[in-house]
């Protein structure tokens, strides 16, 4: 791991959104597995909310998928461990409110929670599977690379 991924593995464990993350993954039954770069694993996640294919919470990306598909597309792994980033610089918790003013801000502008949100265009929306488009009301790809 780079000096880079050490402070934000650490960073997101003294914010609590790794410790989140974990809890997050130990309710909901998914299987836990190292990632690359200080990432976590999580595969099988299938609560209901939220709606996504993958999402994150501090250094613990959670996926539908079962282990062994989970983590595989390098696309969505780099656009979650982006979310992985905000986190840590975003001092961990605090992060859900900042998420979530930007994708109401974004759904007024677009009709999309994600097209105008500055942290998921920051993150790369095509790899988070979002589509990239001026017209308000059009909705997401409905492609495995799905996100929150």
Known sequence: MTPGQRLRQAANVLNLSTPLGLAVAL??????????R???????YSWKVPFAGA?????????RAPHG???????LLGHEERHST??????????FALYGAAACWSMVRTGNPGR????????????????ESPNRGQH?????????
């Open 55 to 63: 999402f994150t919470v501090g250094n613990v990306i959670l996926y």
């Open 86 to 95: 905000q986190y840590a610089y975003c001092l961990g918790l605090p992060f």
């Open 38 to 44: 200080g990432l976590l694993i999580a595969a099988g």
């Open 69 to 75: 598909i989970a983590g595989s597309d390098p696309v």
């Open 116 to 131: 105008a949100n500055f942290f998921e265009r920051q993150a790369g929306l095509e790899a988070g599977g979002y589509v």
């Open 140 to 148: 997401r790809q409905t492609d495995h690379r799905m996100e929150a």
């Open 27 to 36: 309710a909901s039954r998914s299987k836990v597995s190292r990632g690359p």
